[in-house]
Nanobody, 115 residues
Framework: QVQLVESGGGLVQPGGSLRLSCAASGIPFSIYTMHWYRQTPGKQRELVATITRGDSTNYADSVKGRFTISRDNAKNTVYLQMFSLKPEDTAIYYC?????????WGQGTQVTVSS
């Protein structure tokens, strides 16, 4: 059974930092491309960051320079380090694992940026 479990969300003030984690099980994690998406009510899910099996990374323009995606294949975990958070970063953040036609989602973790 495939599971992706996100953690690390919460309430943070503008300018603050958070680190999200996504622990995977049931898949050969090291061969999967891992993504972080986010979604707010009434809007489409947005791709935030990607890390490939070869550790190549890509970011949405809105988070470049503020967010960093990384992975630890020994722990089957992908991370999203978020700095200089803004109110517009408020969303549910989802982890996604992709390999050819296989695609799996976590349940999401809420990030709220507010004073």
């Amino acid at each position: 059974q495939v599971q992706l479990v996100e953690s690390g969300g919460g309430l943070v003030q503008p300018g603050g930092s958070l680190r999200l984690s996504c622990a995977a099980s049931g898949i050969p994690f090291s061969i999967y491309t891992m993504h972080w998406y986010r979604q707010t009510p009434g809007k489409q899910r947005e791709l935030v960051a990607t890390i490939t099996r070869g550790d190549s990374t890509n970011y949405a323009d809105s988070v470049k320079g503020r967010f960093t995606i990384s992975r630890d294949n020994a722990k089957n975990t992908v991370y999203l380090q978020m700095f200089s958070l803004k109110p517009e970063d408020t969303a549910i953040y989802y982890c996604n694992a992709e390999f050819t036609s296989r695609n799996y989602w976590g349940q999401g973790t809420q990030v709220t940026v507010s004073s």
